[in-house]
Nanobody, 121 residues
Framework: QVQLVESGGGLVQAGGSLRLSCAAV????????MGWYRQAPGNERELVAT???????TYADSVKGRFTISRDNAKKMVFLQMNNLKPEDTAVYYC???????????????WGRGTLVTVSS
């Protein structure tokens, strides 16, 4: 079994910071891309940021310059540092990873259960 376990959400005032963490646990051969997505009430899930195994990153325009994605390949973890948070950043944040469970297996997308980030004005 493979699980992604998020932590670090919470309530913060506008302008504040939070750091989300996500750990991949279980039977894992390798991890390709990892990322963070979010879903606000009444909205569809949207991409926040992604990072390849080599460290290349992409960001949604709405978070560029404020959020930073990083990963620790040895610990099988991905992080999202969120600075200058705005009320519109309020959402459930989900971790995602493309994981291979064996040398002969292709990658499969896994999702965490989500962690709630609430930004008050």
């Amino acid at each position: 079994q493979v699980q992604l376990v998020e932590s670090g959400g919470g309530l913060v005032q506008a302008g504040g910071s939070l750091r989300l963490s996500c750990a991949a646990v279980g039977s894992i051969f390798s991890i390709n891309d990892m990322g963070w997505y979010r879903q606000a009430p009444g909205n569809e899930r949207e991409l926040v940021a992604t990072i390849t195994s080599g460290g290349s990153t992409t960001y949604a325009d709405s978070v560029k310059g404020r959020f930073t994605i990083s990963r620790d390949n040895a610990k099988k973890m991905v992080f999202l540092q969120m600075n200058n948070l705005k009320p519109e950043d309020t959402a459930v944040y989900y971790c995602s990873a493309d994981i291979r469970r064996g040398i002969a297996q292709g990658g499969m997308d896994y999702w965490g259960r989500g962690t709630l980030v609430t930004v008050s004005s």
